[in-house]
């Protein structure tokens, strides 16, 4: 099936069957599937299923029979792919022609909200700022700017795990911003709907305006 190739994010379990469901909430995208019984693909927005198609042997199998043998098999590899705006949308409309979209899937929106760049760009026009990703369970969705983003987003995973268990164990409310200070430059993440955006800076960034342009975007996210 000619689908855009995206970018690759890395490998996840079976999302189908709750084992690693949270790994593809947030991502808009492709699930390349390898399993000894075929191939197929699976496309997501947001972590919503819109289509699938699976082929073994001589038989193809589209939509909602796609997911049930891909959910019957025991795939080797499922790998998941991250898409920009134009490959989603050109994936949407490859798939609406080769009639692969899920049955109840009659208004599939053709733009992911939460993936827009003009929010990104936001921040990465602030003067200092390097380089910002929007991130989800450790793997970068969408970025902007010069940095090993799959670094970033694992990094910021980690960094993000640990700031909410100590705020937990502190009883100090939910996390707003986390900032991580040095003399090489800045990392602050905050969360952005079932996202987190994480920023790079330099050392000598305006730490404030930063805070407040985030803010702000939270606060449409809301």
Same mark, same amino acid.
């Given at each position: 099936?000619?689908?855009?190739?995206?970018?690759?994010?890395?490998?996840?379990?079976?999302? &189908?069957?709750?084992?690693?469901?949270?790994?593809?909430?947030?991502?808009?995208?492709?699930?390349?599937?390898?399993?000894?019984?075929?191939?197929?693909?699976?496309?997501?927005?947001?972590?919503?299923?819109?289509?699938?198609?699976?082929?073994?042997?001589?038989?193809?199998?589209?939509?909602?029979?796609?997911?049930?043998?891909?959910?019957?098999?025991?795939?080797?590899?499922?790998? &998941?792919?991250?898409?920009?705006?134009?490959?989603?949308?050109?994936?949407?409309?490859?798939?609406?022609?080769?009639? !692969?979209?899920?049955?109840?899937?009659?208004?599939?929106?053709?733009?992911? *909200?939460?993936?827009?760049? $003009?929010?990104?760009?936001?921040? !990465?026009?602030?003067?200092?700022?390097?380089?910002? $990703?929007?991130?989800?369970?450790?793997?970068? %969705?969408? $970025? !902007?700017?010069?940095?090993?983003?799959?670094?970033?987003?694992?990094?910021?995973? *980690?960094?993000?795990?640990?700031?909410?268990?100590?705020?937990? *164990?502190?009883?100090?409310?939910?996390?707003?911003?986390?900032?991580?200070?040095?003399? $090489?430059?800045?990392?602050?993440?905050?969360?952005?709907? *079932?996202?987190?955006?994480?920023?790079?800076?330099?050392?000598? %960034?305006?730490?404030?305006?930063?805070? %407040? %342009?985030?803010?702000?975007?939270?606060?449409?996210?809301?």
């Amino acid at each position: 099936m000619n689908l855009p190739e995206g970018t690759p994010l890395g490998y996840i379990n079976n999302p &189908l069957q709750d084992k690693d469901v949270q790994r593809i909430i947030g991502h808009v995208g492709l699930i390349k599937i390898t399993a000894q019984q075929g191939g197929g693909a699976i496309l997501i927005d947001q972590g919503k299923i819109v289509a699938a198609f699976f082929s073994s042997g001589d038989k193809l199998y589209f939509g909602n029979g796609a997911l049930e043998i891909i959910n019957a098999t025991t795939p080797e590899k499922m790998e &998941l792919r991250s898409y920009t705006t134009d490959e989603y949308i050109l994936a949407v409309e490859t798939c609406r022609k080769e009639n !692969l979209l899920l049955q109840d899937e009659t208004n599939i929106p053709t733009i992911p *909200d939460l993936l827009d760049e $003009s929010i990104l760009r936001k921040v !990465l026009v602030q003067p200092g700022v390097i380089a910002v $990703s929007a991130f989800s369970d450790g793997f970068s %969705v969408q $970025s !902007l700017g010069e940095a090993d983003f799959d670094q970033v987003a694992a990094m910021a995973e *980690d960094l993000l795990r640990a700031g909410i268990k100590i705020a937990k *164990d502190m009883k100090i409310g939910l996390i707003d911003q986390i900032i991580l200070e040095t003399n $090489s430059g800045k990392i602050i993440i905050a969360p952005y709907g *079932d996202l987190f955006l994480c920023v790079f800076t330099g050392p000598d %960034v305006n730490i404030g305006l930063i805070r %407040v %342009v985030l803010k702000s975007i939270q606060s449409e996210a809301r």
